[in-house]
């Protein structure tokens, strides 16, 4: 089964950086694009980032740029999320999440699975 | 960046009771709008998506409906375990966007 394991929380401190992972499994890992959401306490649901695996180009926000870097590696059926420059505003749980696809490669336009989440906590 | 609205943004109902939440988005988004629902310390999970696909394993009290900028989510008899956050997500053009959510909680 489809299966997106994310690492554990994290508390950095204001200007630090932090990089999250999503490992995936039950799937073909070169075949979805992966994205990263992220939910503030309380708050709505925020696109930050997309990633095609098998190409590497990524499609950021531009309330990110700059300041997010989205990698994967293959080997490992792993995806990485980093954001630099940390704020207290930052404070979130991350969730990254498979894109759906037709067997054609075609997109299906939604967002079919998530991690778990990983709480970020940035705090002096 | 297209903008969606929701509508109500919460609301209080009964087991049974039908619901309906309005997603409006501020330009034509074709058919690429997906439903998510979220229980409290939850990932969302995705329910619907090209307005009106049912994803696999969704009980079919769940539907989409809707088209160009205005689109519903009903739930036609609540039950209790559907007390969550509700989501519209466009899939039109990035960035990608979310409603704000409607909070359906027990009456």
């Known amino acids: 089964q489809v299966q997106l394991v994310q690492s554990g929380a994290e508390v950095k401190k204001p200007g630090a950086s932090v990089k999250v992972s999503c490992q995936a499994s039950?799937?073909?890992?070169?075949?979805?694009?992966l994205h990263w959401v992220r939910q503030a306490p309380g708050q709505g649901l925020e696109w930050m980032a997309m990633?095609?695996?098998?190409?590497?180009?990524?499609?950021?926000a531009q309330k990110f740029q700059g300041r997010v870097t989205m990698t994967r590696d293959t080997s490992t059926s792993t995806l990485y999320m980093e954001l630099s420059s940390l704020r207290s505003e930052d404070t979130a749980v991350y969730y990254c999440?498979?894109?759906?696809?037709f067997g054609d490669g075609e997109s299906m336009e939604k967002l079919d699975y998530w991690g778990q989440g990983t709480l970020v906590t940035v705090s002096s | 960046a297209i903008q969606l609205t929701q509508s109500p943004s919460s609301l209080s109902a009964s087991v049974g009771d039908r619901v309906t939440i309005t997603c409006r988005a501020s330009?034509?988004?074709?058919?690429?709008l997906a439903w998510y629902q979220q229980g409290p310390g939850k990932a969302p999970k995705l329910l619907i998506y090209?307005?009106?696909s049912l994803e696999s394993g969704v009980p079919s009290r769940f539907s989409g409906s809707g088209s160009g900028t205005d689109f519903t989510l009903t739930i036609s008899s609540l039950h209790p375990e559907d007390f969550a956050t509700y989501y519209c997500?466009?899939?039109?053009?990035?960035?990608?966007?979310f409603g704000p959510g409607t909070k359906v909680d027990i009456k």
């Open positions: 999440a498979r894109e759906g696809r």
């Open positions: 039950g799937y073909t890992f070169t075949s979805y694009s």
């Open positions: 990633i095609n695996p098998t190409a590497g180009s990524t499609t950021y």
């Open positions: 330009q034509a988004i074709s058919s690429a």
């Open positions: 090209d307005v009106s």
């Open positions: 997500q466009q899939f039109n053009s990035y960035p990608l966007t």
